[in-house]
T-cell receptor
Framework: DAMVIQNPRYQVTQFGKPVTLSCSQT?????MYWYQQKSSQAPKLLFH???????NEADTPDNFQSRRPNTSFCFLDIRSPGLGDAAMYLC?????????????FGSGTRLTVV | GQNIDQPTEMTATEGAIVQINCTYQ??????LFWYQQHAGEAPTFLSY????GLEEKGRFSSFLSRSKGYSYLLLKELQMKDSASYLC?????????????FGRGTSLIVHP
């Protein structure tokens, strides 16, 4: 089945130690998104790619970076995780950025910072 | 920016009908989505509205009024498995692209 896959499902990292979260998709969608979701809060968009065009949200901290080496893969790099970065990180895709196709989410990576 | 407001929590009885409201303020509106999210899981797509009116899909219906900045999700014949968070998301123009912004979700508790 075509899907969005995030690895790992759970990630524990040390304070200040760089960590990378990965997302892959078999849907061949053009757009990929990274969201941060803290408990009982709305998913917050960090950045998105339309094909190779990178779009950073204005309030996304510099500590967060992203790479999309090809259509299928997208990575979220957190350069120096702080305790406040503990959250669920959701990857989503859409075929284009308009229309009724909606967004397909991966199962998320829950990040714990110790 | 966008402002999306939905109730924090609602409770309902199995078999009943519940309406979850969402109000929003935005410019460059390009569609409204409803997603269901069970605890610890990813959101899953429920419905999409871009024109005014009601969209029906089985037990779920969604309504949109663009002039009022208002939508609701209607769930009929509630089942215990419908206990989840329901997220309203508004897509709007941002720079050269269209971006979805999510509300914080309404936690629905269905009891017997």
């Amino acid at each position: 089945d075509a899907m969005v896959i995030q690895n790992p499902r759970y990630q524990v990292t040390q304070f200040g130690k760089p960590v990378t979260l990965s997302c892959s998709q078999t849907l061949n969608h053009n757009v990929m998104y990274w969201y941060q979701q803290k408990s009982s809060q709305a998913p917050k968009l960090l950045f998105h790619y339309y094909d190779k065009d990178f779009n950073n949200e204005a309030d996304t901290p510099d500590n967060f970076q992203s790479r999309r080496p090809n259509t299928s893969f997208c990575f979220l790099d957190i350069r120096s995780p702080g305790l406040g970065d503990a959250a669920m990180y959701l990857c989503a895709t859409s075929r284009v950025d308009t229309g009724s196709s909606g967004y397909t989410f991966g199962s998320g990576t829950r990040l714990t910072v110790v | 920016g966008q402002n999306i407001d939905q109730p924090t929590e609602m409770t309902a009885t199995e078999g009943a009908i519940v309406q979850i409201n969402c109000t929003y303020q935005t410019s460059g509106f390009n569609g409204l989505f409803w997603y269901q999210q069970h605890a610890g899981e990813a959101p899953t797509f429920l419905s999409y509205n871009v024109l005014d009116g009601l969209e029906e899909k089985g037990r779920f219906s969604s309504f949109l009024s663009r002039s009022k900045g208002y939508s609701y999700l209607l769930l009929k014949e509630l089942q215990m498995k419908d206990s989840a968070s329901y997220l309203c998301a508004v897509r709007a123009a941002s720079g050269g692209s269209y971006i979805p912004t999510f509300g914080r979700g309404t936690s629905l508790i269905v009891h017997p």
